[in-house]
């Protein structure tokens, strides 16, 4: 049995040496195809890309239907105004001046805007972020405002701000400045953090960072204004030279679209402020830990 077994393995190795080149030769030219399937993406990989599935019908109840409008803000760049006598410093919470002196004009328009780059022409330029009005007057801006209403007139005299030091602001506020994201809103009506669904917005396609995404339609209620109020809210971008998304932003309150308030603990708003944290991982930021599990 064992000579048997051993004559078996000589002939088989045999075989292999005398035929394996001509077989190698016939198939040489012979392409195998092997197509490996994509792993799922991280669901916070998916926010940052803008790529979160829709949410299901039951997370949209009539309930939580809303009808709301659109402006959209970004960061100017601003000079200081050293030989004016009407110019002011922007101010921090406890009046102390956080910037050189700013026109009035200049001054307004951070206060509308929410955000500024103040240059002086010498060193990195500085940025600065609405915070509140709870200050006491400092800078009547009505001549610029039109018809706004008296309130956001009033709240924008009594802006406050913040220096920060982080592209999106990490450094100073709980959830970053995220462009086509982030939306200021009235906090008399909405938490901070609120995430919004609006069908209208998700398959729109817009630029950003040099990139082309298609939006899957959620936003995040991170940021605030003197000049927001009600149904309306705002949108961050970075260019103001581009209208952003022109279909749904309209700057008018004539113009509404219906949007959803998505529960904190739902799974896309989740994945949102988890977005936020990556982002930010990396910063001296106060506000919200990082939870571990939401890491990448």
Request: proline share 8%; glycine share 6%.
């Amino acid at each position: 049995m064992k000579r048997l077994l051993l004559a078996l393995v000589l002939v088989i190795a045999g075989a292999a040496i005398f035929l394996g080149p001509p077989l190698r030769s016939a198939f040489a030219d012979t392409e195998v195809e092997i197509t490996l399937g994509r792993a799922p993406m991280h669901p916070t990989q998916q926010a940052l890309n803008f790529m979160l599935d829709a949410p299901e019908e039951a997370a949209l109840p009539a309930k939580k239907k809303m009808k709301l409008w659109a402006t959209y803000y970004h960061m100017p760049t601003v000079r200081p105004s050293w030989t004016s006598v009407a110019a002011k410093p922007l101010l921090d919470r406890k009046g102390n001046p956080v910037s050189a002196p700013l026109s009035t004009e200049d001054w307004c328009d951070a206060a509308m805007q929410g955000s500024v780059w103040v240059d002086n022409g010498k060193d990195e330029p500085t940025a600065y972020m609405y915070i509140d009005s709870g200050g006491p007057e400092q800078v009547v801006c009505d001549r610029y405002f039109g018809d706004l209403s008296d309130r956001i007139k009033n709240a924008t005299r009594r802006a406050r701000f913040a220096p920060f030091h982080h592209p999106l602001a990490c450094d100073v506020r709980p959830i970053p400045l995220m462009p086509f994201r982030t939306v200021a809103i009235d906090r008399d009506r909405f938490k901070m953090g609120t995430v919004f669904f609006v069908p209208e917005l998700r398959g729109k396609q817009f630029w950003a960072d040099g990139e082309f995404y298609t939006h899957d339609g959620y936003l995040i209620g991170s940021d605030t204004g003197g000049a927001i109020e009600g149904n309306h809210i705002d949108m961050f971008v970075e260019d103001a030279a581009v209208d952003p998304l022109p279909e749904l932003v309209k700057s008018s309150s004539r113009h509404t679209f219906e949007a959803y308030v998505i529960a904190n603990d739902h799974p896309m708003a989740i994945a949102l402020h988890d977005a936020g944290d990556e982002v930010c991982k990396d910063s001296d930021r106060p506000g919200r830990k990082s939870k571990q599990s939401g890491a990448i």
